[in-house]
C-alpha cells in the first residue's frame, strides 16, 4: 500500500527527510546487520558484551566493548572499549566523542579492527529459516 502523502510529493524529493532513521530488523545478529546494511548502512557500530567475533561485509563494523573484561580478552577484535564508562575512567561525553571520531575515520577509509583480522565474509544472512535461539 503507498502512503498517500508519498503520492503528492514529487519523486526527487522522496528520501532526502532527514532525521531519525528506524529500522525494524530480526534480533538474531548477523540477520539483522545483514538487514541494516541492504537498507543502506554505510558503517555499523555493533556493540557486544560477550565478544562476537564478526564483520558484517560490505560495510565496515566497529565493534564497541560493553565492558573492560571482554574488551581485554578480545583486544585484538575490538575497537572501542565503552567498559571505561562503568570503570570510572572515561565520561559519557568523552566515550560518545571517541565513538563518532572513529566512525568519521572510517567512513574515511580506514580500516576496524574486523577488517584488519579479515572477518565478515560469514556473517552475511539475508535470513535465518526456523527458530533463533
Known amino acids: ?27 538474531y545478529d548477523a540477520a539483522s546487520v545483514t538487514g541494516m546494511v541492504a537498507g543502506g548502512a554505510n558503517v555499523v557500530c555493533f556493540t557486544t558484551g560477550r565478544g562476537s567475533v564478526s564483520g558484517y561485509k ?35 561525553k568523552e566515550m560518545g566523542e571517541e565513538i563518532f571520531r572513529l566512525i568519521l575515520e572510517t567512513a574515511s577509509g580506514g580500516k ?10 560469514n556473517e552475511f544472512v539475508p535470513w535465518q529459516m526456523g527458530p533463533v535461539m
Open 58 to 92: 560490505p560495510a565496515p563494523t566497529i565493534k564497541l566493548a560493553s565492558n573492560t573484561e571482554m574488551y581485554e580478552s578480545n583486544r585484538d577484535d575490538m575497537d572501542i572499549n565503552c567498559g571505561r564508562i562503568i570503570d570510572g575512567r572515561a565520561a559519557l
Open 112 to 121: 576496524t579492527r574486523s577488517e584488519l583480522l579479515g572477518f565478515g565474509d
Open 1 to 27: 500500500m503507498i502512503n498517500k502523502n508519498m503520492r503528492e510529493k514529487p519523486p526527487e524529493t522522496l528520501g532526502l527527510a532527514r532525521g531519525l532513521v528506524f529500522m525494524d530488523t530480526p534480533g
